[in-house]
């Protein structure tokens, strides 16, 4: 059974930094895109970054100049770096993970496996 635990949310202040975690367990391919997709309250949900194990990678551009997604080599993990935090940047964000070595970008539905969610708030 393949499971996502995600890791590392909590609240920023405006200008601050968190770093999010998804470690995947149960996942024996090979090839996989590991994402980050977030849902403000009242709002749709939004792909924000991807990598995937044949270096397919997405940032949203919103998070672009902000955001950094990495992964440890040949394992189904993803690491966002969040800097200069906004309060647009609040959120419940999810860990997703689809069988294929390519990002599914905005296709959010073609993701496999989902995180329970992990909630970020930036709030001064």
């Known amino acids: 059974q393949v499971q996502l635990v995600e890791s590392g949310g909590g609240l920023a202040k405006p200008g601050g930094s968190l770093r999010l975690s998804c470690v995947a367990s149960?996942?024996?391919?090979?090839?996989?895109?590991v994402g980050w997709v977030r849902q403000a309250p009242g709002k749709e949900r939004e792909p924000v970054a991807c990598?995937?194990?044949?270096?397919?990678?997405y940032l949203a551009d919103s998070v672009k100049g902000r955001f950094t997604i990495s992964s440890d080599a040949g394992k189904p993990t993803a690491y966002l770096q969040m800097n200069n935090l906004t309060p647009e940047d609040t959120a419940v964000y999810y860990c997703?993970?689809?069988?294929?070595?390519?990002?599914?970008?905005?296709?959010?539905?073609?993701?496999?496996?989902w995180g329970q969610g992990i909630q970020v708030t930036v709030s001064s």
């Open positions: 997703a993970l689809v069988k294929t070595y390519i990002c599914p970008v905005r296709a959010l539905g073609l993701y496999d496996y």
């Open positions: 149960g996942y024996s391919l090979g090839y996989y895109a």
């Open positions: 990598k995937g194990s044949g270096d397919s990678t």
